[in-house]
């Protein structure tokens, strides 16, 4: 895992935690991937039949050079409707917009040589996110793992500023696990998102396998609890996941062949709802991701059918 750096200029901002915090509820939900001319009505029956209280609707987006369009997104006006579709049954919407790009290895690499190209690029992306923005959404995710691009906080300061003329819900940002510690412009949003794929490892046969998870997670929490601390923003893990193979949560983001091991992800599951239940600068999580015929469903994210959807099933219902 590379060095991160440290919190140098969230620490000259430094507030505690409660102080000066906005209010923003609990997400208790998903992740799921939105396509033009679908139905997700059933979807949403069972996320709140669930305890659910939340979903991200996930935009893909495509990036060729400095150019950016959604062709294989659903049209504004379907969104409306599965905004309408999801909040009758009591769940809170957050627009989530992904960058997909064949000319790097992963969206979190994106960046560019000149200026010129820079300057073009954040006009491109800003003209996007400005056409989702006029939806009556709860939560709108202002970007997804764009640590190439995350330095440029001016850019990134003008484009939430673009978005707030249209949008008047809660604005976030979808930081990277090895991201997160170098923005310096938190305090232009509303809330804190992570996408918490950080690695847990714990013993090759572990009598108390959920005990080691929390165990291994206490670094990390330590860090999030730091930048809440800092920057007084409640944190919210706009995705975190593990795959149902086996020692999934060494490297959650990694798509592995390995055998399947449906405990494996109910086992990280249930470690994230223990890690942070007391945690009163947590907000929840929006689990990646719900799709019921992912082509890799049986080893892959989704936690429908398997051991992992009762975990949320049971802590769903209880949460307050």
Same mark, same amino acid.
């Given at each position: 895992?590379?060095?991160? #750096?440290?919190?140098?200029?969230? =620490?000259?901002?430094?507030?505690?935690?409660? *102080?000066?915090? !906005?209010?923003? !509820?609990?997400?208790h939900g998903v992740n799921l991937i939105v396509a033009?001319?679908?139905?997700?009505?059933?979807?949403?029956? #069972?996320?709140?039949?669930?305890?659910?209280? *939340?979903? $991200? %609707?996930?935009?893909l987006c495509e990036q060729r050079g400095t150019a950016l369009t959604c062709p294989n997104a659903p049209t504004r006006r379907e969104l409306r409707a599965h905004i309408r579709a999801a909040r009758t049954r009591d769940l809170r919407v957050m627009l989530k917009p992904h960058v997909e790009t064949?000319?790097? =290895?992963w969206r979190g690499e994106i960046?560019? $040589?000149?200026?010129?190209?820079?300057?073009?690029?954040?006009?491109? +992306? *800003?003209?996007?996110?400005?056409?989702?923005?006029?939806?009556?959404?709860?939560a709108f995710c202002v970007g997804t793992e764009l640590a190439g691009t995350s330095q440029r906080a001016h850019e990134w300061r003008t484009?939430?500023?673009?978005?707030? #003329?249209?949008?008047?819900?809660?604005?976030? +940002?979808?930081?990277?696990?090895?991201?997160?510690?170098?923005?310096?412009?938190?305090?232009?949003l509303d809330a804190i998102g992570i996408d918490a794929y950080f !690695? %847990?490892?714990?013993?090759? #046969? !572990?009598?108390?396998?959920?005990?080691?998870?929390?165990?291994?997670?206490?670094?990390?929490?330590?860090?999030?609890?730091?930048?809440?601390?800092?920057?007084?923003?409640p944190i919210l893990f706009t995705e975190v996941g593990y795959q149902s193979r086996a020692r999934s949560f060494e490297s959650p983001w990694q798509r592995d062949p390995a055998l399947r091991d449906d405990r494996a992800?109910?086992?990280?599951?249930?470690?994230?709802?223990?890690?942070?239940?007391?945690?009163?600068?947590?907000?929840? *999580?929006?689990?990646?991701?719900?799709?019921?015929?992912?082509p890799d469903a049986e080893t892959g994210f989704t936690p429908t059918l398997k051991p992992a959807e009762g975990v949320l099933m049971a802590h769903w219902r209880n949460q307050k």
């Open positions: 895992m590379r060095a991160l #750096t440290a919190l140098m200029f969230l =620490s000259l901002i430094a507030v505690p935690y409660g *102080a000066s915090v !906005p209010a923003f !509820p609990a997400w033009p001319g679908e139905n997700y009505n059933a979807q949403f029956d #069972t996320l709140r039949a669930m305890g659910a209280n *939340a979903v $991200a %609707l996930v935009i064949q000319e790097f =290895s960046r560019f $040589a000149s200026e010129a190209a820079w300057r073009a690029w954040f006009e491109n +992306y *800003a003209r996007v996110m400005l056409r989702y923005a006029r939806l009556d959404a709860d484009v939430i500023a673009r978005v707030r #003329t249209r949008f008047h819900g809660a604005l976030m +940002y979808a930081a990277h696990f090895e991201e997160f510690e170098k923005i310096e412009w938190w305090d232009a !690695p %847990l490892e714990i013993s090759a #046969t !572990p009598a108390f396998p959920v005990d080691e998870l929390i165990a291994a997670w206490q670094p990390y929490r330590a860090r999030l609890e730091e930048l809440a601390r800092t920057t007084g923003k992800q109910s086992f990280a599951y249930q470690a994230v709802f223990e890690n942070f239940a007391d945690a009163r600068w947590w907000r929840g *999580a929006l689990w990646w991701d719900w799709h019921a015929d992912d």
